[in-house]
Each structure stands twice: as C-alpha cells, then as structure tokens.
C-alpha cells in the first residue's frame, strides 16, 4: 500500500502529503481529485473547494479559517490562513466525557532498583546538586575524575552527573516567581534515578542557601544529602575542593553500588512524553502511536506525563472534558490562566510556539501543531495535573505544566519524577538527558533512514501503511520496559548526548 495523501478525520477537508517528493501538478488522488499544483510532503492538499473565510477542518476540529476562496486540488498554505482564537477559559467543559477505565494490563514488570520512598529507579545514578551556577565547573570537573578514576570500581553504579543549572544567586529570591525554579532543583534531586543519595554543593555566600534548599524536617529531607560548601575554610584551594567532592563522592558511590535491580510492577514507571522538531505527520504517525502506548502504560498501572502547556492550549476544551474530576479541570484551567498571564506580561501569546522548521513541515499554526501534540496522551481519563517543578504524584495519565522548550520541558519532567522519556520529532533533534533514558520516535521514514543511530523507532510506518498505530504503540511500549529494566539503552543513551538541564525561571533577575 502507498498512500499518497493521509485524512485524519472524516470531516477533515483537508489532506496531509505522505510522499516524500509531494504531489506533482496534476497528480490523481483518491476520489477523482486532481492536485492543481505542486505540494511538498507533510502539507496539507484541499479535499473540496473551501470558501472565503471557512474553516480548514483537521483532526475534525477547526485549525484555520481561509482567507480567499481555495480551489480543491491545492496547497493549502500558511498565507491562505487566519488562526482561530483559543478556547476561552471561563467556558470550559469540566469532567464533562470522562474516559471510563479501560481493562487493567496485570502481570507486565521491569527489573528496577526500588527507593525508600516507594519510587523505582530505571537507571542508578550519583548525582550531584548544586545550589548555585557559580560552583557547576568545579563539580562537572569533579565528575569527570569520578567517572574517570572511580566509577570503574563500582560497576552497578551508571553514571556520575552534575545537576547544573543557572540560578541561586542574582536573583529575586523572595518573588513569588522564585517558588518554582527552587522546587525544580530541590525535586530533580529527589528524582528516582537518583536512589536518594544526592549529594549537595554549596559556594557558601549564594542566596539560595542549602536550608532553603532542603529545609529542616521538610517533606524532601530525607537525610540522603551530604553537603560540600566551596567556601568553607578547611579547603586550600582548588585542588582541595575537588578532593572534597570526590570524598564525599565516593561514600554515595559505595551505598549506591549495593543496590541491585528487582523485579517492579509496570505501575514503577513514569514515563515522561515530549515532542520537539514536530512536522504535520507528528500527529498522525508518531504521537498517536505514543498515545497507544500511553494508554497500555496506564492500564499496566503506571504514571504516564505529558506537558507543554502552548502546545495544549488550544485543545483546553477537550482535555477539561477528559478530567477525572471538576478538581482536575479547574487545576487544568489554573495553570493554563497562569501560563496566559505569564505570555502576556512578555508581550507574546501562544502563537509565539511554531518555529520555521514547522512551518517548513507542514504545520500552518499553534492550532495545527496543538491538536496533533495531545495526541500523545492517548484516551484514557486526566487524573491530575501539577504546577512547573511540583512532583507528580498520581497514577495514570496527568498534565505537567511546563514551557514546550523541549529543555525546560525535559528538566520540569525530570523534577516531576521522570524514570524514562519518550520523544518524538519530525525535523529531527539529537536530543538526550543524562539522569533518564530518552526513547526517540521519527515521525517520518526519511528521517528514521537519514539518522539511523539517533532514532530508536520509525513511525512513519504507519503513513505508508507498513505498521499501524497499534503495532508502533505496543512496539514502543515493550521498548519502555527493556530500557526500563536496563536490557537495552536507547540511541540518545547510548551516545551520551546530555542536554543541559534548563530551568524555567518565571521571576526576576537582579
Ligand atoms: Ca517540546
């Protein structure tokens, strides 16, 4: 079977271009249509003739409305396009279409390394916090002699990472911004791949001082944390920093080093999902396939995350319908409002998302880009969704509110409690995190040839009718549970591509 356009919805009067040399002029599609000119692959062809100002219908929902008339046969292109407004706040539908609970998945596990907290680790890592910039050199030079110089005699122990970031000092510690880049660090150190043996480094003068970090007694408090603090008069220099570090490294090294995988229960993982680079087919092939494979992970008993808050915006009416509860949805709401207002005060709104590279793959506007985006979270109920930097919680589906910047995203996930990461992209991005394995899906074939040792799976399958959404989904699922149990590791992991972890910092700098 060679499709050679693709129609989400039966409504839809518009296509997506499945070949990846387009459409020539004058090109037989099904149903008698003739394309009037030349369309590129992942751009959308006219199924009839649209009138002046009508609806482009996409995925069945209005995405655009038209300019001038455009004739069936052409390219629908973004010039021909006005964009409809978001959905208003104040009349969303809440719990409205509840999903009912789908047939429990029981017997699915992954060898994993349990927490004394109830988490489960994918990974067992030594990370290290900081609480400010100013010490991110000297404890990523100390990693790379641990790695180098002590790690080899603690095989079980996989990796050493510096939790680097730019904040602690110089800012508006006291603004109510504030409150959410210091739980984004306090809760990565909290992560479960982490084992709850973080170590913490301090300068000493910085404002976000350790107790404010991890208060005494506090629900993060768990005693894990050792502290070295740069300043401390007992270092003689540099040298003697590094030895600290090392030191103290190498005790964390020891306990984690005893700790040996067990068989979990699928309900251990937490699975993160994002997309970056998207094209038209995004949400056709690759995140549908990822919203399959969300809803066998919550059926199997586990918490599966999805985020971007500009990139779901425009789908608010269908996930507040979606919520387990009218406390879900007004949750829901809270942090889409917060996230208008935050937009606002910068002068933007949602449509600052789109990027010239989706524009190039197809995707005309937010609109577009949005109702192919929550195709990740599948169909199964919202049951709860966190503010940026909180940790998550509930089992099942719940929304993470984060920016879409795919680091932000990344590192806000990986507070939330991350174990394991799905991506997907249509561009294509040599994305990775150091503290949670990343699973990379291709929306398209093209991509998956062109970057055979980035990509772990092809979806664009699924547009040549090679591979169903179904059988992508349950592939990637199985795929979650050998890269959760440690059996295989993903391109990104692999190749050690680290992004940097980037924090959302809503407040002001000094
Ligand atoms: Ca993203």
């Known amino acids: 079977m060679d499709p050679l356009v693709i129609r989400v919805h039966p409504s839809d009067n518009v296509a997506i271009v499945v070949r990846p040399e387009g459409l020539t002029e004058g090109a037989a599609l099904p149903g008698g249509l003739v394309s009037r000119e030349a369309v590129p692959q992942s751009h959308k062809v006219a199924l009839h003739d649209i009138a002046a100002g009508a609806p482009i219908l996409r995925y069945g929902a209005p995405i655009a409305f038209t300019t001038r008339a455009i004739?069936?046969?052409?390219?629908?292109?973004?010039?021909?396009?006005t964009i409809p407004p978001a959905p208003d706040l104040d009349e969303l539908p809440p719990a409205t279409a509840v999903p009912p609970p789908q047939p429990p998945l029981e017997g699915f596990v992954f060898d994993g390394y349990r927490n004394a907290d109830g988490t489960v680790g994918t990974r067992n890592i030594l990370g290290f916090t900081t609480t400010v910039q100013c010490v991110v050199p000297t404890v990523e030079f100390a990693a790379e002699r641990i790695r180098?110089?002590?790690?080899?005699?603690?095989?079980?122990?996989d990796d050493v990472v510096a939790l680097g970031h730019n904040y602690g000092c110089g800012v508006a510690i006291d603004a109510p911004g504030a409150a959410v880049p210091i739980r984004t660090v306090r809760n990565l150190a909290l992560n479960p791949n982490l084992g709850g043996e973080?170590?913490?480094?301090?300068?000493?003068?910085?404002?976000?001082?350790?107790?404010?970090?991890?208060?005494?007694?506090?629900?993060?408090?768990?005693?894990?944390?050792?502290?070295?603090?740069?300043?401390?008069?007992?270092?003689?220099?540099?040298?003697?920093?590094?030895?600290?570090?090392?030191?103290?490294?190498?005790?964390?090294?020891?306990?984690?080093?005893?700790r040996r995988r067990v068989a979990c229960p699928a309900s251990g993982l937490v699975v993160g999902l994002q997309c970056g680079g998207s094209d038209a087919f995004s949400g056709v092939t690759a995140n549908p396939a990822v919203g399959h494979a969300a809803d066998l992970l919550v059926r199997a008993g586990a918490t599966v995350i999805f985020s971007e808050v500009t990139e779901v915006r425009d789908a608010s009416h269908l996930l507040t319908a979606r919520c387990c509860s009218e406390d879900?949805?007004?949750?829901?709401?809270?942090?889409?409002?917060?996230?208008?207002?935050?937009?606002?005060?910068?002068?933007?709104?949602?449509?600052?998302?789109?990027?010239?590279?989706?524009?190039?793959?197809?995707?005309?506007?937010?609109?577009?880009?949005?109702?192919?985006?929550?195709?990740?979270?599948?169909?199964?109920a919202l049951m709860a969704v966190t503010a940026p930097g909180e940790r998550v919680k509930a089992k099942g589906l719940v929304f993470a509110a984060t920016p879409a910047s795919d680091f932000i995203c990344g590192t806000l996930q990986l507070a939330a409690g991350m174990n394991m990461h799905v991506f997907t992209t249509g561009e294509g991005t040599p994305y990775g995190l150091a503290m949670a394995p990343v699973i990379k899906i291709a929306s398209?074939?093209?991509?998956?040839?062109?970057?055979?040792?980035?990509?772990?799976?092809?979806?664009?399958?699924?547009?040549?009718?090679?591979?169903t959404i179904e059988s992508v989904g349950?592939?990637?699922?199985?795929?979650?549970?050998?890269?959760?149990?440690?059996?295989r590791r993903p391109c990104a992991e692999t190749l050690r591509l680290h992004n940097p972890l980037a924090l959302f910092n809503p407040g002001p700098v000094t």
């Open 444 to 467: 398209r074939t093209a991509l998956a040839r062109r970057w055979p040792d980035l990509i772990d799976i092809d979806a664009g399958r699924i547009a040549t009718g090679e591979a």
């Open 71 to 81: 004739p069936r046969g052409s390219w629908v292109r973004g010039e021909l396009l």
């Open 328 to 380: 879900v949805a007004r949750d829901f709401i809270r942090e889409m409002r917060w996230y208008d207002d935050y937009l606002r005060r910068g002068g933007a709104d949602r449509t600052a998302n789109t990027t010239p590279g989706n524009k190039r793959g197809g995707l005309a506007n937010i609109v577009e880009k949005a109702m192919g985006s929550v195709a990740k979270s599948g169909t199964s």
């Open 198 to 258: 973080t170590l913490v480094v301090s300068l000493g003068c910085e404002k976000l001082q350790p107790d404010r970090l991890f208060p005494p007694g506090g629900e993060c408090s768990r005693g894990g944390e050792t502290l070295v603090r740069l300043q401390d008069d007992r270092h003689h220099g540099f040298a003697e920093m590094v030895a600290a570090i090392m030191e103290a490294a190498e005790k964390k090294l020891a306990v984690l080093a005893r």
């Open 148 to 157: 180098r110089e002590l790690l080899p005699r603690y095989p079980g122990v």
């Open 474 to 487: 349950r592939e990637l699922f199985d795929l979650i549970l050998e890269v959760a149990g440690g059996r």
